[in-house]
């Protein structure tokens, strides 16, 4: 796998458990959360940017990113 790069690797492995949840006819999370083990599901909620800095954004903030988290 060394000449795999992360993206194939993440393409095969996302198409792998979509199509085992397609087999089981569970959605996807569901199937995620059988091969986990785990009973107790949680979804996860949205973050928002709002606010973005550093280097890579070409401006002069001292922060590179504020999310917020919707309740």
Known sequence: M?????NA???VSIAACKAGAAEKEVPL??????????????L????????SGGKHAGNTMAIQV???DRV
């Open 66 to 68: 504020s999310f917020t």
């Open 9 to 11: 690797i993440l393409v």
């Open 29 to 42: 999370y569901k199937h995620i959360a059988d091969l986990s083990g785990r009973t107790d599901m949680i």
């Open 44 to 51: 996860l909620v949205p973050a928002f940017c709002l606010i």
């Open 2 to 6: 060394g000449e795999l790069g992360a």
